[in-house]
């Protein structure tokens, strides 16, 4: 390997958060061997796939220079929907893809505030999930919807297909589409197009506000089924969860090598940034570190993931 090539490599940003993520599970292990059990494995995995889900239409979105704060109002509200249209006695494969018509619909509307009422993405996502948490909060009197739900329910979020868990099957389609579409398909290119010079993209006949109503359709979506995946996991509708949920994604996705503006990134970069939370948190949660310093380290983390794009991206 040459000189250049090497170093080249070296610049890949998915090597760097690659070398990162081993160097923390290392050390991880060494302080606590348990760390690698098959249990804790599966719990960080099942984890981070809701996270992954919707960072996989994130990513495509952020190329574009957008991005989706409404993805944690639109988890709890998708997973209230789930619950409870599934309570009514609907058909849990017909529940979920209604559920996930709901997220597409969040997305659409974030989508219209932000290309025909040229609303900041800041101000349109960050109402959105006020007012889908709201209504989540509202229609179930901000209590858990438990009883009388089939057993069926339980499915998506805690069934295996052999030794692997059902939001680890999801989790690996999702991510398999999403490379495709990203790599293969004129969807990722002009997303990538139209963050890196909006102007040129205009002048080469992409319209650029059809793709990112697109987009932001297409997270609300995977929102939606991360809603409905979260609510079978733990086996109710719960209004109190997902707090924090859309600032893990945008972690994940900055992380991964996606600037917020735009141009770059790639879904597999994604895919080893919300490693590395899943794994830091999992990894402090076993030493005890109470969840307020958590979360002071995400705020560290996030200050790196933009420093080292700002690095890698010149």
Do not use: H
Not at 29 to 56: D, E, Q, R
Not at 87 to 115: D, E, K, M, R, S
Request: a positive charge; charged letters at 10%.
């Amino acid at each position: 390997m040459t000189k250049a090539a090497l170093k080249g490599l070296i610049q890949r940003q998915e090597f760097v958060l690659f070398a990162i993520l081993v160097v923390i599970c290392t050390v991880f292990t060494i302080i606590t061997p348990l760390f690698l059990s098959a249990y804790n494995i599966g719990n960080l995995l099942k984890a981070v796939s809701m996270i992954v889900i919707v960072a996989c239409g994130g990513t495509l979105l952020m190329m574009t220079a957008n991005f989706d704060l409404s993805t944690g109002g639109n988890l709890i509200f998708s997973n209230i929907i789930f619950a409870m249209t599934c309570l009514a006695g609907v058909p849990v494969v017909l529940a979920l893809g209604i559920t996930i018509l709901c997220g597409c619909a969040i997305g659409a509307i974030n989508g219209t505030l932000v290309t025909r009422f040229a609303v900041t993405p800041f101000i349109a996502t960050l109402g959105t999930w006020f007012v889908f948490k709201g209504i989540a909060k509202a229609i179930t009197d901000n209590n858990e919807i438990k009883a009388g739900l089939p057993k069926s329910f339980d499915f998506l979020g805690q069934a295996q297909l052999g030794p692997v868990p059902m939001p680890v099957v999801v989790l690996v389609v999702i991510v398999v589409v999403f490379l495709f579409l990203e790599r293969k398909t004129l969807l990722g290119k002009y997303s990538m197009a139209i963050g890196g010079n909006p102007t040129a993209a205009y002048l080469s006949g992409i319209d650029g506000n059809k793709i990112i109503f697109l987009l932001y359709t297409i997270t609300g979506g995977l929102a939606g089924l991360a809603g409905s995946i979260a609510a079978s996991r733990i086996g109710s509708g719960n209004p109190r969860m997902g707090d924090g949920f859309e600032f893990d994604v945008i972690i994940a996705i900055i992380l991964g090598g996606t600037p917020l503006s735009g141009g770059r990134g790639t879904i597999l970069g994604t895919l080893i940034g919300a490693l590395i939370v899943a794994v830091i948190g999992s990894g402090l949660n076993m030493l005890g570190m109470l969840s307020f310093w958590q979360l002071v380290l995400k705020g560290v983390i996030l200050l790196f993931a933009i420093l080292l794009n700002e690095k890698l991206g010149k």
